[in-house]
């Protein structure tokens, strides 16, 4: 059987009162919301030192992905602005063969191919090897470098290559 409730004649009711937690909990729900939809597309790539970068008219905004960094000295892994680990110098790029072979720098090609090994093993975590790579190289590097540069990274498993560019305003 059920209760209605009844009218209590002549006496005061009690005040009804909003309940706190069930508030907090929405408006946890609306930040962490407004939080995860928030896309900030600030500066994901540091500047690194002494890389004259090339100034482009691109759309396009960088990822956040393993760098490379190419001056007029040599290959460099960059993290964060900072040359973390030298690769080839630019002898070994700037080296003329008929060899196709030449093409592909050895040190770099063990660095990456490793990386690209460790992206294909995260996978069974969920996380996709995309194989996308950024280079950023000084304005003066020569052709030939570059190119031997992205062979390498190709022949590692790195098959997306992105360059950083300043975007002209």
């Not at 969920?126 to 190289?137: L, R, S, Y």
């Amino acid at each position: 059987m059920a209760f209605a409730p009844t009218k209590l004649k002549g006496r005061a009711q009690p005040p009804k009162t909003l309940s706190l937690s069930s508030m907090m909990d929405m408006m946890t729900i609306i930040l962490l919301f407004l939080i995860k939809s928030y896309s900030a597309t600030g500066m994901l790539i540091q500047d690194v030192e002494g890389i004259n970068i090339p100034v482009s008219t691109t759309a396009g905004s960088p990822k956040k992905v393993l760098t490379l960094a190419i001056d007029d000295e040599a290959v460099w892994l960059d993290r964060d602005g900072q040359r973390v680990e030298r690769f080839e110098s630019m002898d070994v790029l700037m080296a003329e063969s008929d060899d196709p072979a030449a093409m592909v720098l050895p040190g770099l090609f063990t660095f990456l191919e490793n990386e690209a090994r460790q992206g294909r093993e995260r996978e069974n975590y969920g996380v996709k090897f995309t194989g996308e790579i950024n280079i950023m190289a000084d304005a003066q590097v020569q052709y030939n470098a570059i190119l031997k540069v992205l062979k390498t990274c190709y022949n590692a498993g790195f098959s997306q290559t992105d360059f950083v560019v300043l975007k002209e305003d």
